[in-house]
């Protein structure tokens, strides 16, 4: 799951609505790796965006500036290694 963050994301009830479906649709096949398999990645100019709170605290990967070549490596990843 890649969560795209802008200037107000952090305010959107919608986005930690949407993570929390995800990490709990998908922790039955991945367990306790889950939150390896999401990512934030900050909009073109959104540099300061805040980070919403639904991905602090371990429940995801390092945050990205724009960058879509790095988002692909990232993608091509395995996440249980």
Do not use: Q, Y
């Not at 649709?25 to 390896?36: D, Q, V, Y």
């Not at 959104?46 to 500036?65: F, H, Q, Y």
């Amino acid at each position: 799951m890649v969560v795209l963050i802008g200037d107000n994301t952090h305010k959107s009830d919608w986005v930690e609505w949407e993570v929390n479906t995800f990490i709990e649709m998908k922790k039955p096949l991945s367990g306790e790796k889950t939150w390896k398999r999401i990512r934030g990645m900050k909009l073109k100019n959104c540099d300061n965006a805040k980070m919403p709170s639904v991905l602090m605290d371990g429940r995801s990967t390092k945050e990205m500036i724009w960058n879509p070549e790095e988002l692909d490596k990232w993608l091509d990843l395995d996440p249980d290694k």
